[in-house]
T-cell receptor, first 114, second 112 residues
C-alpha cells in the first residue's frame, strides 16, 4: 500500500474536456510534486510545492494547472490537452523541502487524451 | 544532456545470485543518491539512498556503493529473488535538495 493516494487511477478525456487529478498524503510531508512518465522513460518533473507554495514549474504548458489547497492535498487541473499529453501522472511527497529525503510516490493516474 | 545514466537497459540474473545495477553521473554537485524500484502500473518505490559522505549503505539484501571519484554508484541485490523483477531507477540531487534527476532505468529479470 502506498501512503500517497492518487485518484482517479485511470482517466480518458477528450481534447476539449476539463478534468482534475487529485493527490493526498497524510505523512506530514511539506513538499509535494507532480511528475509525468511516458512509457520506457524516467519520471519527468513538472511542479514542486514547498510549504504549500509553488516553488518549481519546469516550463510546463499552461494547459496543466497545479493547485495545493492545503499541506495534504495536491491537484492538477487539466484543460485542452493534446494526445501527446497521454502518460502516467505521478504525485510524490517528501518530508522537508530543505533537506535531502526520499520522495514517496503514489501509484499514478494513467491519462489517455483522445 | 543526461546527468544520470543507466547504460544497461536490461539485466537477467538467476534466482539466488547477485544482481548488480550500475549508474553513472556527470554533475559533481550531486550529493544525495537514491534507488527506486518500479513495477508495472505502480509508482516508483523508494529502496535505498546514500549521501556523498558515505561510500556504502546497506539495508537487508540491498547495498548501494558510491565511488565519488569515478562518479559511479551501484546497487547490489543478494540473493536475488523473482519478486525483485522490476525496473530500477537511479536518481540524484544536488545540495539544497534540488529536484531529483532520474536515470532511464534498468529492467531486472530474476529467473527462477
Amino acid at each position: 500500500d502506498t501512503e500517497v493516494t492518487q485518484t482517479p487511477k485511470h482517466l480518458v478525456m477528450g481534447m476539449t474536456n476539463k478534468k482534475s487529478l487529485k493527490c493526498e498524503q497524510h505523512m506530514g510531508h511539506r513538499a509535494m510534486y507532480w511528475y509525468k512518465q511516458k512509457a520506457k522513460k524516467p519520471p519527468e518533473l513538472m511542479f514542486v510545492y514547498s510549504y504549500e507554495k509553488l516553488s518549481i514549474n519546469e516550463s510546463v504548458p499552461s494547459r496543466f494547472s497545479p493547485e495545493c489547497p492545503n499541506s495534504s492535498l495536491l491537484n492538477l487541473h487539466l484543460h485542452a490537452l493534446q494526445p501527446e499529453d497521454s502518460a502516467l501522472y505521478l504525485c510524490a511527497s517528501s518530508q522537508d523541502p530543505g533537506r535531502p529525503s526520499p520522495l514517496h510516490f503514489g501509484n499514478g493516474t494513467r491519462l489517455t487524451v483522445t | 544532456d543526461q546527468q544520470v545514466k543507466q547504460n544497461s537497459p536490461s539485466l537477467s540474473v538467476q534466482e539466488g545470485r547477485i544482481s548488480i545495477l550500475n549508474c553513472d553521473y556527470t554533475n559533481s554537485m550531486f550529493d544525495y543518491f537514491l534507488w527506486y524500484k518500479k513495477y508495472p502500473a505502480e509508482g516508483p518505490t523508494f529502496l535505498i539512498s546514500i549521501s556523498s559522505i558515505k561510500d556504502k549503505n546497506e539495508d537487508g539484501r540491498f547495498t548501494v556503493f558510491l565511488n565519488k571519484s569515478a562518479k559511479h554508484l551501484s546497487l547490489h541485490i543478494v540473493p536475488s529473488q523473482p519478486g525483485d523483477s522490476a525496473v530500477y531507477f537511479c536518481a540524484a540531487s544536488a545540495a539544497g535538495n534540488t529536484p531529483l534527476v532520474f536515470g532511464k532505468g534498468t529492467r531486472l529479470s530474476v529467473i527462477a
